[in-house]
């Protein structure tokens, strides 16, 4: 059941990094764009983008990296 | 004063103005002030949602939450059938579920989006739902597997609609899955000031009142609902979100939209695949 449980996290971690994950980047940076504004504005914007398009891809990965160890352990 | 006559009334407006004198243009007419007026208490009388894009985040974030925990607290439910699942599955069938969800996401959403006025990519819930059931169809043609394996996600996946469907709301007009022009008390305002139907909160509403009928009847062991669940819910989700595109402006091909076309395949998969499941029980 542990095998089940690792390869959901697997699975589970693709759809968060490439749904929220992608499409938040996208939508952040699309905002930054849009409000335009100076070097020090923009390199703030990008740890913005980094910040909340991060969190989700990051998340993502991980859960799928976990899965996949989980899964691995399971199946020994 | 519905919206045709508002409209009409300021197109007999703006001939009056062009008729009056240059000095009599800066005062409004009565019947201009009227208009202004009732535009005025509609506007203040509506739903104001406070929006911001990256609420959707938070609420994505709810969602999936809210799926696994819906998963894990509703797995006494399919016991026998998780431990199948178990069996027969291993890691390439979510691997192929989630690819597919993905691709189908961000193929069918930007199949959508760059038809608008300003093209763009966007990735959107029916696809993925549909995208999901092509590649585990596949996957199952593959392995030999012709017995359904959806009905331990229905759940999860109700809770992830029903909460992730209030974050498209609270993210506004620039999540584009605002809903047409209102005029039910019940219209809500995204930030440009014009009443609109809450679509999201449509889809939100019936999925979870198909997840509360849902559930009543797992726990009754409802056979139809025990055998047939699965497709229940694709069949339940085709109909009710072909229903809502009618309240959206997205752009139409062939009388439709792109997500009623999609909806149109997947209620026919699911009326096929119930019978195919029927035929061999």
């Known amino acids: ?76 | 004063l519905n919206k045709s006559r508002a409209s009409d009334d300021s197109k007999s407006i703006c001939v009056n103005f062009s008729q009056q004198t240059t000095a009599a243009r800066w005062l409004p007419s009565p019947k201009a002030t009227v208009v202004y007026r009732i535009r005025q208490q509609r506007k203040s009388k509506l739903i104001q949602i406070p929006t911001h894009p990256l609420v959707h985040l938070a609420f994505d974030m709810a969602a999936y939450v809210c799926a696994g925990l819906a998963a894990r607290s509703s797995r006494g439910l399919f016991r026998q059938r998780i431990e199948r699942l178990a069996r027969i599955s291993n890691a390439s069938y979510f691997i192929s579920l989630a690819v597919g969800a993905l691709l189908g996401a961000w193929f069918f959403g930007s199949l959508n989006s760059l038809s608008w006025k300003q093209p763009t990519l966007s990735h959107s819930l029916a696809g993925a739902l549909v995208g999901g059931i092509f590649a585990v169809e596949i996957w199952k043609w593959k392995h030999d597997i012709t017995e359904s394996t959806g009905i331990t996600f229905v759940i999860p996946v109700c809770a992830g609609i029903v909460v992730g469907r209030i974050g498209c709301l609270f993210s506004g007009l620039a999540d584009h899955t605002f809903g047409t022009e209102s005029t039910h008390p019940w219209a809500v305002d995204l930030g440009d000031g014009i009443a609109r139907h809450p679509v999201q909160l449509y889809e939100s509403f019936s999925v979870l009142l198909f997840l509360g009928c849902f559930l009543l009847a797992i726990i009754r062991k409802n056979e139809l609902v025990l055998k047939q669940g699965f497709y229940l819910f694709t069949g339940f989700y085709a109909v009710q979100r072909f229903t809502w595109e009618f309240l959206k402006p997205y752009p139409v091909q062939f009388h439709l939209n792109v997500f009623q076309w999609l909806m149109v395949l997947l209620f026919m998969y699911s009326i096929l695949f119930a019978q195919r499941k029927a035929r061999t029980r």
């Open chain 1, 1 to 76: 059941m542990s095998k089940l449980t690792g390869d959901i996290l697997s699975g589970g971690g693709i759809l968060l990094a490439g749904g929220s994950g992608i499409c938040t980047l996208g939508v952040s940076l699309w905002m930054l764009v849009a409000e335009g504004g100076g070097s020090s504005e923009r390199a703030a914007g990008l740890a913005i983008v980094a910040v909340f398009g991060g969190i989700p891809f990051l998340t993502g990965m991980s859960l799928f990296f976990i899965g996949r160890a989980i899964s691995k352990r399971a199946q020994k």
